[in-house]
């Protein structure tokens, strides 16, 4: 029997519901697990199968989660909740002796700051419970790092440059609006930005450096050099690597309400006093921001992601560009959830299914790329996210 619990009943958890019903051969019993029940009974509504078991747990709290967990006894944990509940979940996992995944590192809730140490830290003990944790299992971070790795395995001696290349070309027609949790999207663009290279990282300040980028099907964009957390773990796990950047497109539309966001103070995560209570201007924001779960049904367009790398092969440079893109119409049609969920999704029921099939499972902590990239470039191709390679091509970089 593999039982599999996700936890979280937002844009990507739904997506991770709808793929994981479709391959009950590889998971006999599901679970679906949110602060919110109503969500989770939308969830289990919208997919047509009534099997689908669901629970009212708060992830902040420890206990809730280890009662849960020993209550269903799943043999993994999806976690597409919030990055702040990962190190609770990641707690509750070594406690009922379950196994974890997540699409995104740990952030702490007060310091707009992501990084892999806070859950490096739990590798000795997750290899002692005999369990495996396996991190950043969405598309960026996830599908990124395999891409990496598929190419170090097949095409590379030594990868030398690699720029993650993330394009949302759709249009939902809203005049600002995020495609994943507002609060955590705002976070982590108005942050510094942050690269790689000759063995430092490099600081430069939000948004400052851009360029234009031609992806494929949509053409130039305009793409901004952020900091994102992939980047720590491929230059730790692929040392010949001499530069790693990751680059993001933005609208100018989006970047003047971003900006009116910020001078006027609602991008702020401090607390401030109002009318006797206290508040988060962020999360105040976030409440009256449209949800990027109903964003799906007028969303056109397509995203484009994927990794561009120059390196060494046979004593020869060459360049290799690995990308999927994917429609948000055909997402929707699918899952009823806009692209960005429908990409982050995918990506975590494969990486759940390749623990259950025993291809990942090895204990400790673990981030994707660490792992045999194959059988999971073959279920791309299978589960809605196929992807296609250039060679030999000018990477713009």
């Not at 680059?247 to 103070?265: A, C, K, N, P, S």
């Not at 999360?283 to 056109?300: I, S, W």
């Not at 792992?371 to 990477?395: A, C, I, Q, R, Y």
Request: hydrophobic share 35%; proline share 5%.
């Amino acid at each position: 029997m593999s039982k599999v619990l996700i936890i979280g009943a937002g844009g990507v958890g739904t997506v991770v519901a709808h793929k994981v019903a479709q391959h009950p051969e590889v998971f006999t019993e599901v679970m679906i697990a949110s602060r919110t029940q109503s969500k989770c009974d939308a969830i289990v509504k919208a997919i047509g199968n009534p099997n689908i078991k669901t629970a009212k747990v708060d992830a902040d709290n420890v206990d809730e989660l280890v009662a849960l967990f020993n209550g269903f006894k799943p043999e993994i944990v999806i976690n597409v909740a919030l990055p702040y509940q990962d190190l609770t979940i990641m707690e509750a996992c070594l406690k009922a002796g379950v196994n974890y995944l997540d699409t995104a590192n740990y952030e702490p809730k007060d310091v707009a700051h992501f990084e892999y140490s806070w859950q490096w830290a739990y590798k000795k003990r997750f290899e002692d419970a005999g369990l495996t944790a396996i991190l950043g299992c969405g598309f960026d971070p996830g599908v990124s790092g395999i891409y990496t790795a598929y190419a170090a395995k097949h095409h590379f001696d030594e990868i030398q440059y690699l720029d993650i290349v993330d394009c949302n070309a759709g249009n939902h027609h809203k005049a600002f609006a995020t495609n994943f949790n507002p609060e955590i999207n705002i976070r982590e663009i108005t942050q510094n930005g942050r690269y790689y290279e000759d063995g430092k990282w490099i600081t430069t300040k939000p948004l400052e450096i851009h360029k234009d980028l031609t992806y494929p099907n949509i053409g130039p964009r305009d793409s901004y050099l952020l900091y994102h957390e992939e980047l720590e773990s491929l230059v730790k796990n692929f040392p010949t690597i001499k530069r790693a950047r990751f680059w993001m497109t933005f609208g100018q539309e989006y970047l003047t309400h971003l900006r009116v966001i910020q001078d006027i103070g609602m991008a702020s995560i401090e607390p401030i006093n109002y009318n006797g209570m206290e508040i988060v201007p962020l999360q105040f924001l976030k409440a009256v921001l449209p949800n990027p779960q109903d964003l799906g049904e007028n969303y056109e367009g397509e995203t484009s992601i994927g990794c561009r790398i120059r390196g060494i092969k046979d004593g020869k440079e060459r360049t290799y560009y690995v990308y999927n893109n994917c429609s948000h119409q055909e997402a929707y049609k699918e899952t009823g959830m806009q692209g960005v969920s429908y990409t982050t999704g995918v990506p975590a029921m494969i990486g759940a299914m390749m623990f259950v099939k025993g291809l990942w499972k090895r204990p400790g902590v673990w981030n994707v790329e660490e792992f045999d990239p194959d059988p999971f470039m073959d279920e791309l191709n299978k589960n809605g996210l196929p992807w296609h390679e250039v060679f030999d091509g000018d990477l713009e970089l």
